[in-house]
C-alpha cells in the first residue's frame, strides 16, 4: 500500500448549494471529480487530521464506490479513525447521531437526498461538522475556494475493504470501523419517545403504514416499529434500499406519494400514513383521507411537546425557514417562547440549538427535527407523531382540526416551476427585486400589498448576515407570497412560489387550500411575469 499524490485540476462549478453538493451521477464520475471535492474537504477542514470520521450515504447509485475512495482519501490524508456503516448505508439523521454520539470530527455524508437515484439520476455530497450539522457557510465557502485551485490530490492505493460485515481494520495507519448506525439511532429514539405507550398502542390494534419510497429510512423504520414497537410486520414498505429507489422519486410530498395517499383512504386505512425521502431526513405526515402539511406539523409539535418525554421539560423555542408557513409563529407567541425565522437551508438551524435558543425546527419542504441531532430527521417525525397518537387518543385529524380551531389555521401551498431557463429565473428574480420599493399599497384585485422586501438574516449566535434569500411580499389581512429559486436542482432552474393565507374562523376551515389562494395564486403570477418570463403558465408540482 502507498499514498500517491494525484495531479488534478479544478473542475468549475463545485459549489455547494442549499444543501451540499449535488450534481448528475455522471458528473461525478468524471475522473478526479469527487476527488477534488473530497481533498478540498480535507484542506478546507484541518483538524481531520488526526481526527475521527463518520462515513456512509443514502445507497444511491454511485455510493459503493465513492465510499472507497474517501476511506482511501481519508487515509491518505491523516484521520486517525473512521466510523463506516455498514455497506456505507447511513442515513443522514443517523449520521448526525453518529457523530455526536462517538465525538467524532466530523462526518462525510453521500445523498443527493430527495432527488432522484439510478446512473442518469442525481449524486451528491456534504460535510457535517462536529456539532452533526451540515457545515456553516464559511465552511462550505472554503470547501469551494479550495476547489478552484487544488493541483492535486492524496489517497491510498489500498484495496476496497470489504464493509458488509461489522469489523476492524486498518488502511495505511488509519482504523477502520464498520459499524451498525441503525441500533445508535433506536437508542436515541428511546431516550426521546414513549415506547411502552407507543406499543401498548399497537397492541391495541393500531397500525402505520410506513412507505420508505425505496430509500435509506427502511432499515430504520423497520427495526424501530416492527421489531422494538410491535407494529403489524408489513407496517414498512418498500423497505429495501435500491440504488436507483425503485425508479422512483424519493421526495415525500402529494406530487410523488401518491402510494402512500392511496394506502390512506378509505375507512380501512391505518391510522397513521408516513414516508420519508432518499436519505431519511423528510417526513410526510398523513391521517385517513388526511394530508398534514409540513408547517402545521412543526406549529403541532410545538403545541403538543409537553405530551413527549424527550421534550417535557419544556422547549427554548421553534425555528422555521423563512418561507415555512408561519403558524408556529402563533404557538410560540401562545407559550411564550421565541420563534426564529432563518433562511432555507437546515444548516442555519444549527447554530440556533447549539446555543439552546431552539428545541424544534422545520420547513416547508417536509422537514422538522429537533436538537437530538443537528439534522432534520424523518423517523423521528413519524415516532413524534405516534407518540402523541398514543398520548392523546385522537386521530390525525382529530388533533389538527382542533390545533386549528385554536389557532386559526395557515392555508400553504407551494408551486415549483422545475427545470425552467437559468437566465430567466434569474431575470425574474432580478425583475422581483427591482419592483421592491413600488409595491407597498399597490392593489392586485382585493388584495393589497402591505410590505415587500428581500430577506436577509441576522444570525443571532454568530452575527453573520446571509442575504438575498427569497422575496417576500405581504398582504393587508395576514396573507404573504415568497419567490425564491431552489438551491437543490441539478438541472435548469426551479422557480418556487410560496403562497400563505391565515384563516381565523373554523367555520371557514374546510374550503380547499387552493381554492382558499386562488386570488393569491393569480397575483403571483401578475407580479412576476411569470408566463411571459419563464414560458410556463403553470406549475410543473404543487405541494
Ligand atoms: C435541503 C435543505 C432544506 C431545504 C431543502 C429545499 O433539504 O436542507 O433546508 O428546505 O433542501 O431547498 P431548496 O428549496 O433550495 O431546493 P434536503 O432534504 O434536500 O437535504
Given at each position: 500500500m502507498a499514498i500517491l499524490n494525484q495531479p488534478t485540476q479544478p473542475f468549475a462549478g463545485q459549489k455547494p448549494g442549499t444543501s451540499g453538493l449535488r450534481k448528475k451521477v455522471g458528473v461525478f464520475q468524471q475522473p478526479h471529480y469527487l476527488e477534488n471535492f473530497v481533498q478540498a474537504i480535507f484542506d478546507a477542514v484541518p483538524e481531520l487530521a488526526g481526527g475521527v470520521l463518520v462515513a456512509g450515504g443514502d445507497g444511491r447509485f454511485h455510493n459503493r464506490a465513492a465510499i472507497q475512495t474517501i476511506l482511501k482519501m481519508a487515509a491518505a490524508n491523516g484521520v486517525a479513525r473512521v466510523l463506516v456503516a455498514q455497506d456505507g448505508l447511513l442515513s443522514t439523521p443517523a449520521a448526525s447521531c453518529v457523530i455526536r454520539k462517538h465525538g467524532a470530527t466530523g462526518g462525510i455524508i453521500l445523498s443527493a437526498s430527495h432527488n432522484p437515484g439510478g446512473p442518469d439520476g442525481d449524486f451528491g455530497i456534504k460535510y457535517n461538522a462536529a456539532n452533526g450539522g451540515p457545515a456553516a457557510e464559511k465552511i462550505t465557502d472554503a470547501i469551494y475556494a479550495r476547489t478552484q485551485s487544488l493541483n492535486e490530490y492524496r489517497i491510498s492505493n489500498s484495496a476496497d475493504l470489504p464493509l458488509g460485515e461489522l469489523g476492524s481494520f486498518t488502511l495505511e495507519s488509519m482504523a477502520v470501523e464498520v459499524i451498525d448506525p441503525v441500533a445508535d439511532y433506536a437508542e436515541l429514539m428511546q431516550q426521546i419517545f414513549d415506547f411502552g405507550l407507543i406499543r401498548a398502542w399497537f397492541a391495541a390494534g393500531h397500525r402505520i403504514h410506513f412507505d420508505a419510497m425505496s430509500a435509506i429510512s427502511g432499515p430504520y423504520a423497520k427495526h424501530i416499529l416492527e421489531d422494538l414497537l410491535g407494529a403489524a410486520p408489513g407496517s414498512v414498505v418498500n423497505a429495501v434500499p435500491l440504488e436507483d429507489f425503485g425508479g422512483h422519486h424519493p421526495d415525500p410530498n402529494p406530487a410523488h406519494a401518491g402510494d402512500l395517499i392511496r394506502a390512506m383512504s378509505g375507512p380501512d386505512a391505518a391510522d397513521l400514513g408516513a414516508a420519508s425521502d432518499g436519505d431519511a431526513d423528510r417526513n410526510m405526515i398523513v391521517g385517513r383521507d388526511f394530508l398534514v402539511s409540513p408547517s402545521d406539523s412543526l406549529a403541532i409539535m410545538t403545541a403538543q411537546a409537553m405530551r413527549i418525554p424527550g421534550y417535557r421539560s419544556g422547549i427554548a423555542g421553534v425555528a422555521r425557514s423563512m418561507p415555512t408557513s408561519r403558524a408556529a409563529d402563533a404557538v410560540a407567541k401562545d407559550l411564550g417562547i421565541a420563534c426564529f425565522e432563518t433562511p432555507t437551508g437546515w444548516k442555519f438551524f444549527g447554530n440556533l440549538l447549539d446555543a439552546g435558543l431552539a428545541t424544534l425546527c422545520g420547513e416547508e419542504s417536509y422537514g422538522s427535527g429537533s436538537n437530538h441531532v443537528r439534522e432534520k430527521d424523518g423517523v423521528w417525525a413519524v415516532l413524534f407523531w405516534l407518540n402523541l397518537l398514543a398520548a392523546t387518543g385522537q386521530s390525525v385529524e382529530e388533533i389538527v382540526r382542533a390545533h386549528w380551531a385554536k389557532y386559526g389555521r395557515h392555508y400553504y401551498s407551494r408551486h415549483d416551476y422545475e427545470g425552467i431557463d437559468c437566465d430567466a429565473a434569474n431575470g425574474l428574480m432580478a425583475h422581483l427585486r427591482a419592483a421592491l420599493p413600488g409595491l407597498p399599497g399597490k392593489a392586485f384585485g382585493r388584495l393589497v400589498v402591505a410590505r415587500a422586501d428581500d430577506f436577509a438574516y441576522d444570525d443571532p449566535v454568530d452575527g453573520s448576515r446571509t442575504s438575498a434569500?427569497?422575496?417576500?411580499?405581504?398582504?393587508?389581512?395576514?396573507?404573504?407570497?415568497?419567490?425564491?429559486?431552489?438551491?437543490?436542482?441539478?438541472?435548469?432552474?426551479?422557480?418556487?412560489?410560496?403562497?400563505?393565507?391565515?384563516?381565523?374562523?373554523?367555520?371557514?376551515?374546510?374550503?380547499?387550500?387552493?381554492?382558499?389562494?386562488?386570488?393569491?395564486?393569480?397575483?403571483?403570477?401578475?407580479?412576476?411575469?411569470?408566463?411571459?418570463?419563464?414560458?410556463?403558465s403553470e406549475p410543473s408540482v404543487i405541494a
Open positions: 434569500q427569497g422575496v417576500r411580499i405581504e398582504l393587508e389581512g395576514d396573507s404573504r407570497v415568497v419567490f425564491r429559486l431552489s438551491g437543490t436542482g441539478t438541472e435548469g432552474a426551479t422557480l418556487r412560489v410560496y403562497l400563505e393565507a391565515f384563516e381565523a374562523d373554523p367555520a371557514q376551515h374546510a374550503v380547499p387550500v387552493q381554492e382558499k389562494l386562488a386570488e393569491l395564486i393569480v397575483l403571483a403570477k401578475e407580479v412576476a411575469g411569470i408566463a411571459g418570463r419563464t414560458g410556463r
